[in-house]
């Protein structure tokens, strides 16, 4: 069966749309659909960051497709797994939750490399390029981890 994987930061500009992209680009769109989203609208219907743009880019992975939009209560219906970049998102997105289950979809991505840790993908919307290829790298060993269980 597909299963709905939705990636959540605070922009959908920098963080989020790597993460969509790296998973999309491990899977087929038989198994998965992929999508992200961002806690806050500040960044509704812009393209990705131009320095997450770039190292995608290096990377051999175009995501110019894709458009900010606002995560929204009603994504709890659609997705199965909805993976948040740090510990700000998990807590935005959980207070949306309506259950228990839906609770249950949300997880830190970067507990799948370091289970249990709680640690935050960081924010590298201040920072320079080297930031990016950082987030890029961390993200990429995720979504390979994500990536070998949905295909199990
Ligand atoms: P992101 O980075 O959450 O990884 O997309 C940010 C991008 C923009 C802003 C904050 C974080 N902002 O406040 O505009």
């Known amino acids: 069966m597909k299963t709905n994987v939705l990636m959540v930061c605070l922009g959908n ?7 969509e992209g790296i998973l999309k680009s491990k899977l087929s769109s038989d198994t998965v659909y992929v999508d ?3 806690t806050g609208d500040y960044h509704v219907n812009d393209l990705p960051d ?11 992975l175009d995501i110019t497709d894709q458009r900010g939009r ?22 935005d997105v959980i ?24 640690v935050d993908v960081p924010d590298p ?3 320079g390029q080297q930031g990016f290829e950082n987030v890029y790298n961390m993200l990429d060993e995720a979504c ?7 295909n199990a």
């Open 13 to 19: 500009i920098c963080r989020s749309p790597l993460a």
């Open 36 to 38: 992200s989203a961002g």
């Open 50 to 60: 131009s320095r997450s743009i770039a190292v995608a880019k290096k990377h051999g």
């Open 70 to 91: 606002q995560f929204k209560a009603e994504d709890f219906k659609k997705f199965d797994l909805i993976y948040v970049m740090d510990n700000f998102n998990y807590n």
């Open 95 to 118: 207070s949306l939750a309506a259950s228990i289950e839906d609770q249950e979809k949300v997880k830190l991505i970067l507990n799948e490399v370091f289970p249990g840790e709680n």
């Open 125 to 127: 919307y201040q920072g």
């Open 144 to 150: 390979t981890i994500i990536a070998k269980k949905l």
